[in-house]
């Protein structure tokens, strides 16, 4: 595992990352490692869409389709 040190963070960002940690009953490195963490995960959304088949269709022709499925029950 690495250690990173994070320079330069501005008082008012450092005093509502304090904050956030607080209320959640952390410390706030434990806050900033989950904040961290969340933020890797979508690294890469970006990559796993672009790779998803588009597929032509129009907005309107999705909504006929729920309010049929809708008239149906």
Not at 1 to 29: F, N, W
Not at 39 to 64: C, Q
Request: hydrophobic share 40%; net charge negative; charged share 30%.
């Amino acid at each position: 595992m690495r250690t990173l040190y994070i320079r330069h963070v501005p008082d008012p960002v450092a005093e509502k990352l304090e904050k956030l940690a607080s209320q959640a009953g952390v410390p706030l490195s434990t806050f900033a490692l989950q904040e961290l963490t969340e933020t890797a995960r979508r690294a890469d959304n970006a990559e796993l869409f672009s790779a998803l088949p588009s597929h032509d269709l129009d907005r309107s022709s999705i909504v006929e389709a729920l309010h049929a499925s809708r008239d149906e029950r």
